[in-house]
T-cell receptor
Framework: KAGVTQTPRYLIKTRGQQVTLSCSPI?????VSWYQQTPGQGLQFLFE???????NKGNFPGRFSGRQFSNSRSEMNVSTLELGDSALYLC?????????FGPGTRLLVL | AQSVTQLDSQVPVFEEAPVELRCNYS??????LFWYVQYPNQGLQLLLK??????LVKGINGFEAEFNKSQTSFHLRKPSVHISDTAEYFC???????????????FGGGTRVLVKP
């Protein structure tokens, strides 16, 4: 089976812009989770979607949002970008209790 | 609420020597336990997991971990490391009640392993 894919892999934006990241889960996986990884805060949970519904949400401001489509693909959106949003954004798809991660999207906000 | 503490932020080790990475967790509910590895500029790769049963879990690349419920620990070990084991290692936990709580991983801060020749 193909693994989790994330697009784009690299992205440069400026403050105030918005960005949309995409994640395609492993075939058959219905749960998709998103994480932010920064040197200062480490790996932090953003949100999880299961069958197109947000099932869990981390402590991030409302500028961070996501959605899941009927084919389980997921997108996350960050509006009004701030310098502190520069990070590696990781998507994971789940089979039961186990999460499998994609390669991540590295976002740089200038 | 859950928290994970990885006691060593960096571990230098010589090639072919053993290594142990320590992980302690705190949780008010029963959890699943995981170790992931991250190579430079890559995502996370699952090394091993503890779901139930035997407390000694074997994973990929010769790694193993032991779950100790009384000490709430899940330490990772490898008897002989290779240069290619140079990476960052993350311990993580998730709530067993996935249907109710969702599937959320709480990670430790990571341990950087540097294998020296």
């Amino acid at each position: 089976k193909a693994g989790v894919t994330q697009t784009p892999r690299y992205l440069i934006k400026t403050r105030g812009q918005q960005v949309t990241l995409s994640c395609s889960p492993i075939s058959g996986h219905r749960s998709v989770s998103w994480y932010q990884q920064t040197p200062g805060q480490g790996l932090q949970f953003l949100f999880e979607y299961f069958s197109e519904t947000q099932r869990n949400k981390g402590n991030f401001p409302g500028r961070f949002s996501g959605r899941q489509f009927s084919n389980s693909r997921s997108e996350m959106n960050v509006s009004t970008l701030e310098l502190g949003d520069s990070a590696l954004y990781l998507c994971a798809s789940s089979w039961r209790e186990t999460q499998y991660f994609g390669p991540g999207t590295r976002l740089l906000v200038l | 609420a859950q928290s994970v503490t990885q006691l060593d932020s960096q571990v230098p080790v010589f090639e072919e020597a053993p290594v142990e990475l320590r992980c302690n967790y705190s949780s008010s509910v029963s959890v699943y336990l995981f170790w992931y590895v991250q190579y430079p500029n890559q995502g996370l790769q699952l090394l091993l997991k503890y779901l139930s049963g035997s407390t000694l879990v074997k994973g990929i690349n010769g790694f193993e971990a032991e779950f100790n419920k009384s000490q709430t620990s899940f330490h990772l070990r490898k008897p002989s490391v290779h240069i290619s084991d140079t990476a960052e290692y993350f311990c993580a936990v998730s709530d067993r009640e996935i249907k109710a709580a969702g599937n959320k991983l709480t990670f430790g801060g990571g341990t950087r392993v540097l294998v020296k020749p």
